[in-house]
């Protein structure tokens, strides 16, 4: 996805879905507002108006890369949510689908985790990730009501600190090159977050 | 600490230590990355050469804090280690410490974790932060071979996801504006890392 090299036809040039991979890789790199489209077309080997062909500004090529991360995220979670069975087990089903999402699609929800909200297009993509916690807190909240999940903290605190862990493997995990398979992976944040590190509680 | 206002003396200033956390604050606000020190002369109201007076350089700003943050997490770990307990109560004793540091230091431990690597500065102190997480994994581990934590994952792993859960707090908790007083969130973060969220297991 970050290949700087695309199949060249009549003559050089990307198509828009590896124009927008290799913008969001330089983003990762340097941060998005760090980023120029001088930057973007040094990377790319194109001219400035090779890229407006394909978007009219930066902050389309963000817009683009956070709705895929986001839409992605938001689908598995309503999975997750229509599961007719416990709280804790719709927990487990959206933090594994979470994960699955974030190994996917790692370039772009690493872009969304590291947003600073300081354009529009930044605060709504910040507001739809703030939802998603809220939902989170609601499965949490539905598994302690039910009795499957502990009622000892707060649903949303709960939500927001296993989003936390799951989370943070954008800045350590590398599919292929970590020691771990992503289906570890996600057994092991399942563990975490279900049943804590302690050998006895 | 993030005030940008300073105590004025014989004509406007500030000390050392105050310019270096308005300097802080503007970086978390831009990325490190996206200011430049005429943007830190701006946000602090004096010209560049002011600046220049207490440092010599962006870099050198961005040094100091990191030192800051990561001394004082490298403190309380080796407090941690030395205690003659369990693993589980060493790891306890080390994520409660470790999230008070970051609750007193958040913007510098913020930037900190937000760090890309992109100079010398920046890979000497994620160098550190990979000598934080080994030494919590060797915590692990020892609660692994003495029977007070779970075998059932990798150390290391267990060290990473614990800390994600630790380190997510600089992106939603603020002291004094959350619901959660600080005594609260460390509470909360120990249970879920030490027992999850499963009411049964």
């Given at each position: 996805m970050t290949t700087t090299t695309a199949p060249r036809r009549g003559r050089p040039g990307y198509d828009r879905s590896t124009l927008v991979a290799v913008c969001v890789a330089t983003f990762n790199r340097h941060g998005y507002d760090a980023t120029s489209m001088g930057m973007l077309a040094a990377e790319l080997g194109v001219s400035k108006s090779a890229i407006y062909h394909h978007v009219s500004s930066k902050e389309e090529i963000l817009e683009m890369a956070l709705g895929q991360a986001l839409d992605a995220l938001e689908a598995v979670l309503a999975e997750a949510e229509q599961l007719d069975e416990s709280g804790a087990k719709r927990l487990e089903k959206a933090l594994r689908s979470t994960v699955q999402v974030l190994i996917e699609q790692m370039p772009q929800v690493t872009l969304l985790l590291r947003?600073?909200?300081?354009s529009p297009v930044e605060t709504a993509a910040l507001q739809r990730r703030r939802d998603i916690t809220s939902r989170f807190g609601r499965i949490v909240e539905s598994g302690q009501k039910d009795g499957s999940?502990?009622?000892?903290?707060?649903p949303r605190r709960i939500a927001r600190l296993v989003l936390g862990m799951v989370n943070s493997i954008v800045d350590w995990y590398r599919p292929?090159?970590?020691?771990?398979e992503p289906a570890q992976l996600e057994e092991s944040i399942l563990r975490l977050a279900l049943d804590g590190v302690l050998a006895e509680r």
């Amino acid at each position: 996805m970050t290949t700087t090299t695309a199949p060249r036809r009549g003559r050089p040039g990307y198509d828009r879905s590896t124009l927008v991979a290799v913008c969001v890789a330089t983003f990762n790199r340097h941060g998005y507002d760090a980023t120029s489209m001088g930057m973007l077309a040094a990377e790319l080997g194109v001219s400035k108006s090779a890229i407006y062909h394909h978007v009219s500004s930066k902050e389309e090529i963000l817009e683009m890369a956070l709705g895929q991360a986001l839409d992605a995220l938001e689908a598995v979670l309503a999975e997750a949510e229509q599961l007719d069975e416990s709280g804790a087990k719709r927990l487990e089903k959206a933090l594994r689908s979470t994960v699955q999402v974030l190994i996917e699609q790692m370039p772009q929800v690493t872009l969304l985790l590291r947003l600073r909200g300081n354009s529009p297009v930044e605060t709504a993509a910040l507001q739809r990730r703030r939802d998603i916690t809220s939902r989170f807190g609601r499965i949490v909240e539905s598994g302690q009501k039910d009795g499957s999940l502990v009622t000892s903290q707060p649903p949303r605190r709960i939500a927001r600190l296993v989003l936390g862990m799951v989370n943070s493997i954008v800045d350590w995990y590398r599919p292929g090159e970590s020691a771990a398979e992503p289906a570890q992976l996600e057994e092991s944040i399942l563990r975490l977050a279900l049943d804590g590190v302690l050998a006895e509680r």
